[in-house]
T-cell receptor, first 114, second 117 residues
């Protein structure tokens, strides 16, 4: 079975500051890893994904994440936060052969302050 | 092109009533998933369809929950005898299938917000 741990249910940064959202996973087989963003009263939008190709993955809106197998981590970063980045972010894992159902972390609410 | 659509967007019902939630996946996507998002449980998987078959129903929380898919397209999630703990956002997602296996990227609909009074 797979699991995901997101450290920090709430993260606050200043506009222009580095964004770092942490995600650690557990999986007995090579995983697929995802970051999704959810704006208020909306569904989930895919930011980026890791599917065993390049370990540094670039996504939309300037976000990127690095897959580190030795640390079982897939942290999300953005060099400079923008007010529009305020949202909830979910890390998720899936594996092949199981219908690719997603197992989500508990989410991190990102607040961006002036 | 059109994304995943869900209806209704909001549903308020009384405890004990049955509700039906609808999902219309992206055209050509044969894999379809239902998830539930609630304050207490976070985001959790409910059921996965490949075409009209459901090879994984492991996330359905009780026998009050059922889902079907017809014509390999629209899916309906039915909750019978609703309880207050069923209040949540129900999200649907779909993905493309290649070689008989769903692709890893799922595209989500906006969800149906269910409130059971």
């Amino acid at each position: 079975a797979q699991s995901v741990t997101q450290l920090g249910s709430h993260v606050s940064v200043s506009e222009g500051a580095l964004v770092l959202l942490r995600c650690n996973y557990s999986s007995s087989v090579p995983p697929y890893l995802f970051w999704y963003v959810q704006y208020p009263n909306q569904g989930l939008q895919l930011l980026l994904k890791y599917t065993s190709a390049a370990t540094l993955v670039k996504g939309i809106n300037g976000f990127e994440a690095e897959f580190k197998k030795s640390e079982t981590s897939f942290h999300l970063t953005k060099p400079s936060a923008h007010m529009s980045d305020a949202a909830e972010y979910f890390c998720a894992v899936s594996v092949t052969g199981g219908g690719n159902k997603l197992t989500f972390g508990t989410g991190t609410q990102l607040k961006v302050e002036l | 092109g059109a994304g995943v659509s869900q209806s209704p967007s909001n549903k308020v019902t009384e405890k004990g009533k049955d509700v039906e939630l609808r999902c219309d996946p992206i055209s050509g996507h044969t894999a379809l998933y239902w998830y539930r998002q609630s304050l207490g449980q976070g985001l959790e998987f409910l059921i996965y369809f490949q075409g009209n078959s459901a090879p994984d129903k492991s996330g359905l929380p009780s026998d009050r929950f059922s889902a079907e898919r017809t014509g390999g397209s629209v899916s309906t999630l039915t909750i019978q005898r609703t309880q207050q703990e069923d209040s949540a956002v129900y999200l649907c997602a779909s993905s493309f299938t290649s070689g008989g296996a769903p692709q890893e990227t799922q595209y989500f609909g906006p969800g149906t917000r269910l409130l059971v009074l």
